[in-house]
């Protein structure tokens, strides 16, 4: 459980450079969160779930060409704009850093939807539908969400609660911080990325691996990007939504001859 | 006018007769009764008292998962064969038992013969919204150091912890070893007011994730 002695503040570091664009990511996180599936139908109303998504860029022209892949997700924003247009509190952050959507109080008046500008909420146009021998695979720790609610990348907290429950369980005891780190809790998506490209981690917990992208970026914020000593850049930077996510630019060792 | 008036009342009225029936209903109080079973199981020959012509088997016998998982989990019928295949009436006369009894775990042994499970109505039913894991609730009154709480449950006298795991069932089940039928209403309502309390009660999280999923 939460406790205000041993903190948590969940963060993700997105590498770019090792990003292929794979997808596993957004299969993993499809079935880990009972996700529906897409038809082509949905994709042509531009109305797809995804929680997490593969953004691709073209650059270059023809044949001197280059693809660009970026996985976009909820950024669990600590001034998330998504936050405070919800007339029914629905969706909240947390004291572990995570931008929470609470579906039973969800009315589905799609305010956070318009107001994310990265795009990550789903709205449920319909009744969710599998094919009849995918509906026993669904995860039983995750709801399924009904029609006319939003729905959001959640950094699979119910893993996170999973977890305490099985660290408490073990030790007889309550949870203390040396247990659950972002050593032992990792999202579906993380979990799946073939290339470590995705890596997740508690910015409390001072031995993690993301925490010197975050003190980096956090020491040159906004349009502070070239002085900075690491890749790291977050998404619309200027808009101050401050994410937990953190993008670290792909460094091209071949650049496109005349690109940039 | 009057009739704007009457249609007013009326929509009034409708919608205050929703609001009754829906805070009334189910989950919270139970004006259900419970649901017809396959076979007529009596909680107070297994789990009640020897005096009371009971046989004191503990909840986790056959509820196995209770304090291993999220789901209390209802026996399988080899768990029910493990006694009944002695206890099956061929050393009882009819005289002393009565033959529904006879039928019942004749039902039983025919299911495990047909290797088939029994099809359990449900009896309490959470909301999907929900994530409720019966093991830590047990391990926090079965567990742990002695000590007094006083939970808002039931009749609200403080409780010395820890508990056994039957006593720790019915906090919120009631005394289940002593009803015939468990009825939806016996026991703690499922409103979310009560499992606040005891959270707050207990300086446990509140934070939404903790149950919703």
Known sequence: ?260 | MAIAGLVVTAIVAFILVVLFISWFSNPPFGWGNAPAQPIDFPHTVHAGSVEEGGHAIQCEFCHRNVTSGAAATVPAVEVCVICHKQVNGSNVTTDAVAPETLINIQRVLDKHAEERPIDWERVHRMPDHVRFVHEAHIRFLTQGEERTVTLPVGDEKPMNLPVTVPEACSVCHGDVANMEVVQPQDGQSLKMGTCLDCHRENNVSTDCTICHK
């Open chain 1, 1 to 260: 459980m939460p406790n205000a002695e041993f903190p948590h503040k969940w963060g993700m570091v997105i590498d770019l450079d090792k990003c292929t664009g794979c997808q596993a990511c957004v299969i993993a996180c499809q079935a880990e969160n009972n996700i529906p599936i897409n038809t082509k139908d949905y994709f042509l109303q531009r109305r797809a779930y995804e929680w997490i998504r593969i953004e691709r860029y073209w650059e270059g022209e023809y044949p001197n060409i280059k693809a660009r892949f970026m996985p976009v997700l909820c950024q669990h924003c600590e001034n998330a704009p998504c936050e405070p247009v919800c007339p029914v509190f629905a969706t909240y952050h947390n004291e572990e850093g995570l931008n929470v959507q609470v579906y039973n109080r969800c009315v589905g008046t799609r305010y956070c939807i318009n107001n994310c500008p990265y795009q990550v909420r789903m709205f449920n146009y319909w009744h969710p539908n599998w094919p009849a021998r995918l509906e026993n695979q669904l995860n039983p720790d995750v709801t399924v969400r009904t029609r006319g609610i939003t729905e959001k990348c959640t950094f699979c907290v119910q893993r996170l609660r999973r977890g305490e429950i099985e660290v408490e369980a073990r030790g007889g005891q309550r949870l203390s911080d040396e247990r659950i780190t972002g050593g032992n809790y990792d999202p579906a998506c993380v979990q799946a990325c073939p290339t470590n490209a995705l890596v997740f981690g508690d910015l409390e917990d001072q031995d993690t691996s993301i925490k010197p992208y975050f003190d980096d970026v956090n020491a040159h914020p906004g349009h502070g990007e070239h002085d900075r000593e690491t890749r790291g850049y977050r998404l619309l930077e200027e808009m101050n939504t401050r994410p937990s996510v953190i993008y670290l630019k792909k460094i091209d060792q071949y650049p496109l001859k005349g690109g940039h």
